[in-house]
């Protein structure tokens, strides 16, 4: 088992910048994958950046050059940097954690974009 505890969310004025974080507990693999989804009402989950504990990294196109992931395996913990927010990433934010098997999830948190 897997448990997830993501911070960092709020609301931010568009052009703003804000940063979630994310730490793993309980039986953690060394190689395995974390990072964010995110989902705005009315639509479906979807990818906003992974990285793998090998430095492997995978951003949506609508973030890239935005928002940059990071990770500490140390602390079991990535991050997620988000700069030059836009209205349209108005959403909940879920840290995911994957080795094998189905992937875990964290509760989620809000990020609003708003002035």
């Known amino acids: 088992q897997v448990q997830l505890v993501e911070s960092g969310g709020g609301l931010v004025q568009p052009g703003g910048s804000l940063r979630l974080s994310c730490a793993a507990s309980g039986t953690i693999r060394g190689i395995n994958v974390m990072g964010w989804y995110r989902q705005a009402p009315g639509k479906q989950r979807g990818l906003v950046a992974t990285l793998s504990s090998g430095g492997r990294t995978n951003y949506a196109g609508s973030v890239q050059g935005r928002f940059t992931i990071s990770r500490d395996n140390g602390k079991n913990t990535v991050y997620l940097q988000m700069n030059s927010l836009e209205p349209e990433d108005t959403a909940v934010y879920f840290c995911?954690?994957?080795?094998?098997?189905?992937?875990?999830w964290g509760q989620g948190t809000q990020v609003t974009v708003s002035s």
């Open positions: 995911m954690y994957y080795d094998v098997g189905s992937p875990y």
